[in-house]
């Protein structure tokens, strides 16, 4: 509030990095359009190679992460990332799950590899796709699958104003209700991960009487088995309910492993069904 | 029943609406939005719910069409009173700052029409009745609330076909709206009718506009029919004697295990409950404004940041929050506000995605206690 | 209940008074005292023991204890422990810039209930602070107080608050103040483990007796045990808790304890109401 060495003549020199991910996020970052000439007046970007040529060195005030480590070269560019950043911002699924790519983490690499370049032996890639936070410590992560710009921004506020950001950790249904939304679930019988998802879109989806997908990940608390059990209680199948784990957050710790119960689910009952 | 109770027909249902409206009030009534009836405003009577009816079970809500053509046939509205007279994000002040200094600039936030509620019932007068004393009888007293409820009007309707979820008889009421209400309304088919309750001066004044007659010795048999009808057909059911004292020993018993293990701390249950009025504030700014607005928003004790201080939360763990959720709301709330914090609306149990039903956690904790302190006999 | 509610104007508790910050005073490595000057208004009027909501524009607001002496004209002193965001905003504001505050809430220690019998003060690291209110009034009418002892846990000797006030209370005014700490360093002379080994040699009548204690949960849990062990009655001592608070007067539910809101009923609350809820986990 009162710390003026950020606001002066040396604005926050802010940069934008981009590792396994399709972009989406920094383009919330454009997307800010009416808000942009005022983070543009509050930080200096500094590197930002989806918006601007220009590079100015480090060592950076605040670094924005984009993407997920998915090679050998990635592990040691975060690591100088973070050595010369000194705020260091997560953006996305990706970057703070793994994101739609891990779910290679279910798989075998070297086979996807050889099925799908014809000279797989010039590919150096790693078997699993690992969060920024696998890697390095991260100071704040933000979710969603793109991210919500307007947390973006309060995060930005946040940090200039030596504040801390305010991002809920509880789950998309408390939005949603104060939103006034009438339950999908409930109401409509529409599967819906809200119950176990962080908030942070509004409960964008359920507002459009679709169930939410999950794409800002696992709330502070999310009882998924609980959740699983009813859907397919009403109906669901278990491997359908596995493949709604296995989406954007499919390696988030607590879906990961609801998808693998639902997968031994499936397992078992084929079995049953085989014998 | 009241003495000199009145009668109007469809027309004047409809010119009840014109008469609030005209005398300024926005008019909220049942209608049906994304599959369900909550209260909204409404500009006429052919928005209301005409022969809609519901079936509401743990866990599960849906339309039906009733045959009868009746237009207050359902039970609890998801949304009622509550987010009306206490709505869920609202302005405390906004500021301006100058340098290190500050000046509060607003305290008032938008100035609210006056509400006139249509077709509320018991459980909601019951429910309103418990946020006056939580949240305007007190030592410091929410002047937001006070300022949004002063000048209300009341139009109750008795429900004639309570949900599956519903007990409000256990909990000290019942279908027929007894008391806070300016005009209470009891629909009769076959003839379509309403008979009328006058509560008030105001509600005299505002059926004298709309224009009736005096109800005949049939339609007051009707009415009680119907409030009998009604009353039966509630099967849910809650047993009330001793509970604070059943729940204040049962803080370490191993229901609360089994009930967090399927609660998904995700706070519909406390979204929809008329009562429930946690509430947490929040500090908004914009990037590079020198303005800041402090907003009061909904809240939650299922939410592990609820009971937060410097080292961590106080309620990790989801069976902590139910614990402390049922507790407060059937025990020290009796304590706080000599009263039940529940009227038996059975909203969290028809919201609950996963269809905990507190009637049968409180049953399983009465089994499980000794006979000493409330427990099964 | 009547369809229509009629309410004299009240005042709104969530409006804040501006108070204008004169001097910072650095206590410890990571405590600060700063002191309040009303911008609009009178000074508050507070008893000791009392907390107040203060506010950081734009950053938050936060429940603190008033540390001044409420027996004294002068500013309104907090003792502000740096932790999170609001309280760092708090403690690094310039003199001059102003802030919001909100109260005085909450019970107070009502120390004279003590008068004619011996007191004991337990404080536990920051927990000294909310205390200072009710030590200053004792020293000041020193001559209505039997035996007055102050027993203090401290994290390391470098987090020991008010050491100036500590030595004047001892030598000035018959205050036994005996200090621990939990790691004490080579030139630590004093003695070191918990606060709640000091009990049972602070040498108080147990039946005369009124304790006053703060700190840590867990602590003042001990703490109480081992009073109520020696012979004080339960509501003869008194804890003050901390819990969430978001309004201050009972409306935003975060501080419940059971039937208790803390903010209203507390913080301030005697051993025997809370013996048995503070037993069970997570209540």
Redo the contacts between chains.
């Keep these: ?3 003026e060495s950020l606001k002066s003549s040396a604005l926050p020199k802010l940069a934008v990095w981009k590792f396994a991910s399709c972009d989406g996020c920094q383009l919330s970052l454009l997307n800010c359009e009416e ?1 942009l000439l ?2 543009a ?2 930080v200096s970007i500094a590197y930002f190679p989806e918006a601007t040529r220009g590079v100015v060195e480090g060592p950076y005030d605040v670094s924005l992460v984009e993407g997920s480590v998915t090679s050998p070269e990635e592990i040691e560019r975060i690591g100088q990332i973070r050595e010369m950043s000194k705020t260091l911002v997560t953006l996305g699924a990706c970057a703070t799950s793994g994101g739609i790519q891990a779910l290679r983490n279910f798989a075998d690499v070297a086979e996807f590899r050889s099925i799908v370049y014809a000279h797989p032996e010039y590919l150096s890639t790693l078997a699993r796709s690992t969060p920024i936070s696998a890697h390095v410590s991260v100071d704040f992560e933000l979710r969603g699958c793109p991210i919500d710009k307007g947390q973006l ?1 309060e995060v ?2 946040a940090l ?5 950001p ?1 991002i ?4 998309v ?2 939005e949603c ?13 529409t599967p ?1 991960l ?3 998802t962080q908030a942070g879109c509004g409960a964008l989806c359920p507002t459009y ?1 679709r169930g939410c997908y999950g794409c800002f990940g696992p ?5 998924t ?3 699983s ?2 859907l397919v209680a009403a109906g669901m199948p278990p491997e359908v309910a596995m493949r709604v784990y296995r989406t954007f957050n499919a390696a988030a710790e607590p879906f990961r492993r609801e998808s693998e119960r639902q997968e031994r689910a499936v397992a078992v009952a084929g079995k049953g069904a085989g014998r | 029943m009241a003495d000199g109770a009145r009668i109007i027909g469809r027309e004047q249902l409809a010119r009840l609406v014109e008469v609030l409206a005209a005398r300024g009030y926005a008019v909220m009534a049942p209608t049906v ?4 009836v ?1 209260l909204d405003e409404v500009h006429g009577v052919d928005e209301l719910p005409w022969d809609v009816g519901d079936v509401q079970e743990p ?4 339309l039906t069409e009733r045959g009868d053509g009746a237009v207050f046939g359902q039970a609890a509205a ?2 009622a009173i509550k ?1 009306v007279l206490f709505p ?2 609202e302005l405390i002040w906004r500021g301006h700052r100058s340098g ?1 200094q500050f000046s509060v600039t607003d305290r008032e936030g938008q100035p609210q029409r006056p509400v006139a509620f249509l077709g509320v019932r018991s459980c909601d007068l019951r429910a309103l009745a418990q946020h006056d004393r939580v949240l305007a009888d007190r030592a410091f007293p929410d002047t937001r609330y006070l300022r949004r409820r002063e000048g209300v009007f009341l139009a109750a309707v008795t429900c004639a076909d309570p949900a599956d979820a519903c007990f409000c008889t256990s909990m000290g009421g019942g279908p027929h709206p007894e008391e806070g209400y300016d005009l209470a309304l009891t629909e009769l088919v076959d003839p379509h009718r309403f008979v009328v309750e006058i509560g008030t001066e105001l509600g005299a004044q505002v059926l004298a506009e709309v224009g009736s007659e005096a109800a005949a010795p049939e339609d007051l048999a009707a009415v009680r029919d119907q409030i009998a009808s009604a009353t039966e057909r509630m099967t849910r059911s809650m047993d009330t004697d001793g509970l604070r004292d059943l729940l204040y020993a049962s803080a370490e018993s191993p229901v609360w295990d089994e009930v967090g ?8 249950c406390t ?2 409950c008329p009562t429930c009025f946690c509430t947490t504030v ?7 404004s020198a303005d800041a607005e402090r907003r009061r ?2 809240d ?1 004790c ?4 609820f009971a937060h201080i410097h080292g961590g939360s106080l309620r ?1 763990e ?1 069976k902590s929050r139910y614990r402390q959720w049922l507790t407060h709301k059937l025990g020290a709330w009796q304590d706080q506000f000599d009263a039940l914090g529940c009227v038996g609306c059975g909203r969290c149990i ?6 905990i039903d507190l009637t049968a956690e409180v049953a399983k904790l009465r089994a499980a206690a000794p006979l000493s302190v409330g427990g099964a006999r | 209940m009547t369809a229509t509610l009629e309410r004299p104007a009240q005042p709104d508790a969530m409006a804040p008074a501006r108070y204008r910050i004169g001097r910072t005073r650095q206590d410890t490595r990571d405590t600060f005292t700063i002191e309040l000057e009303p911008v609009d208004g009178p000074m508050l009027r507070y008893r000791a023991g009392q907390f107040t909501m203060l506010d ?5 607001e936060v429940p603190i204890s008033i540390s001044g002496d409420p027996g004294r004209p002068g500013p309104l002193e907090h003792t502000i422990r740096d932790v ?3 309280t ?2 708090l403690i ?3 003199r001059g ?1 102003v802030l919001g505050v909100r109260g005085p809430f909450g019970t107070s220690w009502d120390v004279a209930d003590g008068q004619g019998g011996d007191i004991v003060f337990v404080a536990g690291g920051i927990g000294l602070a909310p205390l200072r209110p009710a030590l200053l009034e004792v020293v000041r009418h020193r001559d209505r107080y039997g035996r007055v002892v102050l027993l203090y846990g401290a994290r390391t000797p470098e987090d020991i608050l008010f050491g100036d006030e500590l030595r004047s209370w001892a030598r000035d005014h018959g205050v036994v103040v005996e200090v621990t700490v939990d790691n004490g360093q080579h030139a630590w002379r004093g003695k070191v483990g918990l606060v709640t080994n000091l009990v049972p040699r602070a040498g108080f009548d147990p039946h005369a007796t009124l304790a006053l204690v703060c700190g840590p949960e867990v602590m003042m849990r001990a703490v109480a045990q081992s009073l109520v062990a020696r012979g004080v009655p339960g509501d003869r001592v008194r804890l003050s808790l901390e819990r969430s608070m978001k309004c201050g007067v009972g409306l935003c539910g975060h501080c419940q304890l059971r039937e208790l809101f803390v903010c209203v009923d507390g913080p301030v609350l005697s051993y025997d109401r809370l013996a048995s809820l503070l037993s069970v986990r997570e209540l």
């Design positions: 509030m009162f710390d808000e005022t983070v007046g509050a921004l930005l506020a200039v104003e030596s504040r801390r305010r809920p950790t509880y789950s249904c408390a209700k104060r939103r006034g939304n009438v339950c999908v679930m409930v109401a409509n019988g819906c809200g119950p176990v009487e709330q502070n608390t999310p009882n088995a609980a959740l059990d009813q | 939005r994304g599959g369900a909550v866990g599960s809500y849906r998801v949304k987010p869920p994000d290190t293990n399927r609660c998904l701390t995700c706070m519909n979204m929809v929040e500090d908004v700014s914009s990037l590079g928003v909904w939650s299922f939410s592990e940041e990790t989801a028809t919201w609950c995605p996963v269809g | 950081a524009f734009g950053v938050g999170g965001a609001v760092h905003a690094t504001a310039p810039a």
